[in-house]
Nanobody, 118 residues
Framework: QVELVESGGGLVEAGGSLKLSCAAS????????MGWYRQPPGKERELVAT???????NYADSVKGRFTISRHNAYNTVDLQMDSLKPEDTAVYYC????????????WGQGTQVTVSS
């Protein structure tokens, strides 16, 4: 069973930066797509950014130009560099690893809190 462990959350002032990291364990296979989702208080979980093992990135419009996703395929790690943070970025951030083609899989981390103060 694959386990995803996030780190790097915390409290930061608006305009500041944070870097989230996620490491996968329990597999020697390069995970197909790894990425970050978030759940703001009282709202549904939403996409932040994903990155395939082939290098295709996808960002939510709300974070384009401010957040950068990167990954190390050999170690199955994925990072999210968050700059110019806004109070509306406050959320629990979840790491996800998935593959929609056979063999399919879908793994989630436990989440890490990011709070941006105004």
């Amino acid at each position: 069973q694959v386990e995803l462990v996030e780190s790097g959350g915390g409290l930061v002032e608006a305009g500041g930066s944070l870097k989230l990291s996620c490491a996968a364990s329990g597999t020697r296979t390069t995970l197909h797509t790894m990425g970050w989702y978030r759940q703001p208080p009282g709202k549904e979980r939403e996409l932040v950014a994903t990155l395939t093992s082939g290098g295709t990135a996808n960002y939510a419009d709300s974070v384009k130009g401010r957040f950068t996703i990167s990954r190390h395929n050999a170690y199955n790690t994925v990072d999210l560099q968050m700059d110019s943070l806004k109070p509306e970025d406050t959320a629990v951030y979840y790491c996800r690893a998935y593959r929609r083609m056979t063999p399919t899989y879908n793994f989630w981390g436990q989440g890490t809190q990011v709070t941006v103060s105004s």
